[in-house]
């Protein structure tokens, strides 16, 4: 079976767990595991901030993002797709009482001009203040996008005008670092928290990373603790974290090349594929146009060897490379998708 469901189907390599298995451990939560430390020391570096703190997951870390960032009942601004809005089973209302408001993004991002229309600076004694906005770079439900350095930078000091903080959800950052080939210090840097996720295309089990100023980190700490995320000898999990640094963050323009691949292919046999879209390691394919459900053409190209995913876009589902996932399978996927799919070029 070629697993295209998503990168966060990688599993460890063999040289992974031999840098796991010889990792030096300590107490994570006395902060006296070497591994860890030195982990967060290099993800503070990467992201240009000052400290970071290493996290389970990237969920966990924007959840604390927010609970640092945000003051309750006060509003959150995000992309209306964004994983923070529809994939974190409303945690900003539960944990940090945050009311989320959605605004539409064209390709995942959203303009200056839709922030001055929308952000409530003040608030009045009846409309919630806009207190945080968050920023998903690249936008997954979106197809791997990436942003411009210069239009990020430009929606963060228009937020920053307001007295709004902002988060990164960084969780594939790196992958948006090597396409725009822009250092992730430069993108992260801008934003007061930035989550970094290890277990997607960098190949960890688990793991994921957040940054920002030594006073946001001490509260990090604090939250990561009450989410129940202060972990004991994880030097054994962070070293497949110093791992992924060394050896699988240049590779990951392998994955965008093969992405590339499989979506001038599919589209060449009759998929609906928008090559616009394809940025990074997803391509998102239109079934809905060949009349199919999500439903039907996952099971037929799960019967051809291939498992794609669903998408929050209505009829399309989606295929992501990691590094697992080889040459021959993107050729034998190219193959059998559109076969599956009953694609037809149109002369
Ligand atoms: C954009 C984005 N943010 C956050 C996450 C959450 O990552 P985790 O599974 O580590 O909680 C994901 C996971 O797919 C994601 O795509």
Redesign the pocket.
């Known amino acids: 079976m070629i697993d295209l469901r ?1 990168d ?1 189907q990688t599993k460890p390599s063999q040289a992974m767990r031999e840098a796991m298995a010889t990792a030096e451990v300590g107490d994570e939560q006395e902060r006296e595991d070497p591994t860890v430390l030195e982990l967060e020391r290099r993800g503070a570096e990467l992201l240009g901030h000052e400290e970071a703190v290493y996290l389970p ?4 870390g ?1 959840q604390i993002a927010l609970a640092i960032l945000g003051e309750r009942g006060t509003e959150l601004v995000v992309e209306e797709t ?3 809005m529809v ?1 974190e089973l409303g945690g900003a209302a539960m944990h940090s009482g945050l009311q989320t408001r959605g605004l539409p993004g064209v390709r995942g991002r959203l303009t200056p001009d839709q922030l001055r229309a929308t952000m409530r600076a003040d608030g009045t004694f009846h409309t919630p203040r806009t207190s945080v906005l968050a920023i ?1 770079n690249p ?2 439900t979106h197809g791997g996008t990436v942003w411009p350095l210069d239009e990020l930078r430009e929606l963060v000091d228009t937020a920053r005008g307001f007295g709004v903080r902002v988060h990164l ?1 960084g ?2 950052l790196m992958n948006a670092a090597v396409a725009s080939d822009v250092p992730a210090t430069e993108i992260a840097g801008l934003f007061d928290t930035a ?1 970094l ?1 290890l ?2 295309g960098l190949g960890c089990p688990m793991g ?1 990373l957040i940054a920002g100023s030594q006073e946001l980190m001490h509260r990090a700490r604090f939250e990561k603790h009450r989410f129940g995320g202060a972990l004991r000898q994880a030097g054994i999990v962070a070293a497949a974290g110093l791992y992924a640094l060394d050896h699988n963050v240049e590779r990951l323009a392998d994955d965008h090349a093969r992405a590339r691949r499989l979506a001038e292919g599919w589209a060449a046999a009759g998929l609906p594929v928008d090559l616009e879209l394809v940025q990074t390691n997803f391509v998102q394919v239109d079934v809905g146009a060949l009349g199919l459900s999500q439903r039907d053409a996952l099971d037929r190209v799960a019967e051809a060897g291939v498992r794609l995913s669903r998408t929050m876009k209505a009829g399309v589902l989606r295929a992501v490379t990691h590094l697992d996932i080889t040459d021959d399978d993107v050729e034998r996927a190219l193959e059998a998708v559109p076969q599956a799919l009953g694609a037809r070029v149109h002369a």
Do not use: F, G, L, P
């Not at 997951?57 to 966990?60: N, V």
């Open positions: 998503s966060t997951t990237a969920t966990m924007n964004a994983h923070i994939h998903e936008h997954n959800d969780a594939r989550t996720c277990s997607k994921a």
